[in-house]
């Protein structure tokens, strides 16, 4: 990496965004104040609330690609939603749009981070913990990190209380808090050539 400015393009739905989190910072945030880089590290997040991969595989490159820069050590963060459950997306769906996005990306060598989707209400959690590990396999087929937001937190009473407090399906300070956790103890900061901030 070098000095190089650090370029992070995360995209995905709402959560990418914060959204129910009273601070404002969700997960993304939490991440970015505890990078640190030679370089200040700029994080663009890219979210459309209620999107499944459909619609994130349809746009994300265009996106990206406006927000990148040749001087910089580009990367981009894919968190793919519980939306493809909610909308009825097939797995095998799911798991060609994921692809795409990260085949993409890796003929861009652009590298690449995959943040799961964290668990939802619980008529739907089975369906979410397929779509995990559909997700997860496509991630680690191409040796790419995920982050496993799911099983960790499927019954983690902070989380299960925090989703309760809200309108049941956003996090609030704490569970994007867990959510951050994940990803800065799941390669983050090796992925980015830096030292664990512990």
Do not use: K
């Not at 050590?73 to 095998?92: E, I």
């Not at 619980?122 to 040796?143: K, P």
């Amino acid at each position: 990496m070098a000095d190089r400015p650090l370029r992070i393009v995360v995209v995905g739905d709402e959560l990418v965004a914060g959204a129910g989190d009273p601070r404002g910072l969700g997960w993304v945030g939490r991440v970015a104040a505890r990078t640190h880089a030679p370089a200040a590290p700029a994080f663009l997040a890219l979210a459309v609330p209620g999107e499944n991969t459909g619609g994130l595989s349809a746009r994300w490159e265009a996106e990206a690609m406006r927000r990148w820069a040749p001087e910089a050590d580009n990367r981009l963060v894919v968190a793919p939603s519980r939306a493809d459950v909610a909308t009825g997306l097939s797995l095998a769906r799911t798991r060609l749009n994921l692809a795409n996005v990260l085949d993409t990306a890796a003929r861009h060598r652009v590298p690449t981070f995959v943040v799961g989707p964290p668990p939802g209400t619980d008529d739907e959690n089975d369906r979410v913990e397929a779509l995990t590990a559909a997700c997860c396999d496509v991630a680690r087929r191409r040796r790419l990190p995920y982050v496993d937001c799911f099983t960790p937190l499927v019954a983690h009473q902070q989380w299960l209380a925090d989703l309760a407090a809200g309108d049941g399906r956003l996090p609030g300070q704490a569970g994007y808090g867990l959510m951050a956790w994940l990803v800065l103890h799941t390669g983050w900061h090796p992925w980015l050539g830096l030292p664990d901030d512990r």
